[in-house]
């Protein structure tokens, strides 16, 4: 007998909760009502229906939509927070990296997302610690696009 999916059920009754939060004015945290707050809750019925319902087809997806949201809600507020280029390449790599390892295989991937999201992310104070060899990092500064293009076609295009 197929079973029938839950995941409709769980997202009419999030947007239900939503928005009888609004009609009665009951905050659980400041921007809940803003578009990133509904990413953030679609997020969350992703990863509720893959957590309950044992099926990981959804798990990525909830959790890079519970991460933007968690990031669009957080920029500008902490000056420690990523960017959003750098920010949104962690979240993804996270979350391929989280699910990576439910399923105990192909942790390549979110590790190396995740690696060059962090890279992303530091990328002025590395450069800025190795100030002596200042002539050597500005030109890396300005070409280093390519070696993120070169690293991923050779290994797109690499014989297994």
């Known amino acids: 007998m197929k079973q029938r999916s839950v995941l409709p059920a769980y997202f009419l009754t999030a947007i239900g909760i939503y928005f009888l939060l609004q009609k009665f004015n009951i905050a659980i945290f400041p921007g809940q009502e803003s578009w990133q707050g509904l ?27 519970a991460g933007l949201g968690i990031h669009f809600l957080m920029s500008g507020k902490n000056p420690a927070w990523p960017g959003h280029p ?31 999201g962090l890279f992303l992310h530091y990328f002025r104070q590395i450069t800025a610690s190795f100030s002596q060899l200042d002539q050597g990092i500005s030109s890396i500064e300005n070409f280093w696009p390519f070696l993120f293009i070169a690293a991923g076609l050779l290994l797109l295009f690499r014989k297994k």
Do not use: E
Request: proline content about 0%; glycine content about 12%; aromatic content about 6%.
């Open 39 to 65: 990413i953030l809750l679609f997020g969350a019925v992703f990863i509720l229906n893959s957590l309950i319902g044992k099926d990981d087809t959804y798990l990525v997806t909830g959790l890079i939509l």
């Open 86 to 116: 750098a920010g949104i390449t962690i979240i993804i790599g996270a979350s391929l990296l989280i699910a990576s390892i439910k399923a105990k295989s192909g942790y390549a991937a979110g590790l190396t997302v995740l690696l060059a």
